[in-house]
């Protein structure tokens, strides 16, 4: 059974740093990885899919990486803004075709 | 086009009540995935529909919910008999045709009193 874990579970930073945040999951046979920002009491924005042929995606500040035989996933945020403060949400696509997700890490970037 | 359109927004229903909550696929899509987003956890996989035909259900419940995505119309997640414990966001999503990036509506949040 897959099963996906975020850390850290919760991120503070002061505006303009770039951070890091990380996915892992526990079996490597994945269709693709997708990562989602969550608003509170809103609904999931995708910001990044990376297929399993892929090692990386990039839009805009964002860059999403994906080490598949470690079961590994990174999302890279350049230059933080408190707009940017949301959960985000990585989520993996077997066979089956749904996702599964992680538990998220809910970002606040501070002004 | 416009995005996957999930009604009502919010539902407030009584224990005992039925509780229907539609889902509409982008334009084009025939794949519908549901999921349920129970108050701080995280989002669960429920069930994967077709055009009139249930691909997984294994996330569903297996009492009181049922799920259907007709030939014309919306799909519906039907929750008979709610309790409190049912209580949450559902959301779903929409493909072209289950290989590709999938696309979330808003969810309904369902609140049973």
């Known amino acids: 059974k897959q099963e996906v874990t975020q850390i850290p579970a919760a991120l503070s930073v002061p505006e303009g740093e770039n951070l890091v945040l990380n996915c892992s999951f526990t079996d490597s046979a994945i269709y693709n990885l997708q990562w989602f920002r969550q608003d509170p009491g809103k609904g999931l924005t995708s910001l990044l899919l990376?297929?399993?042929?892929?090692r990386e995606q990039t839009s805009g500040r964002l860059n999403a990486s994906l080490d598949k035989s470690s079961g590994r996933s990174t999302l890279y945020i350049a230059a933080s803004q408190p707009g940017d403060s949301a959960t985000y949400l990585c989520a993996v696509s077997g066979s089956a075709r749904q996702l599964t997700f992680g538990s998220g890490t809910q970002l606040t970037v501070l002004p | 086009n416009a995005g996957v359109m999930q009604n009502p927004r919010h539902l407030v229903r009584r224990r005992g009540q039925e509780a229907r909550l539609r889902c509409s696929p982008m334009?084009?899509?025939?794949?519908v995935y549901w999921y349920r987003q129970l108050p701080e956890e995280g989002l669960k996989f429920m069930v994967y529909?077709?055009?009139?035909?249930?691909?997984?259900e294994s996330g569903m419940p297996k009492e009181r919910f049922s799920a259907e995505f007709p030939k014309e119309g919306p799909s519906i997640l039907r929750i008979q008999q709610v309790v409190r414990g049912d209580s949450a966001a559902y959301f779903c999503a929409s493909s072209p045709d289950g290989n590709t990036e999938a696309f979330f509506g808003q969810g309904t949040r369902l609140t049973v009193v």
């Open positions: 529909l077709q055009k009139e035909n249930i691909i997984d």
């Open positions: 990376i297929q399993s042929s892929q």
């Open positions: 334009k084009g899509h025939s794949h």
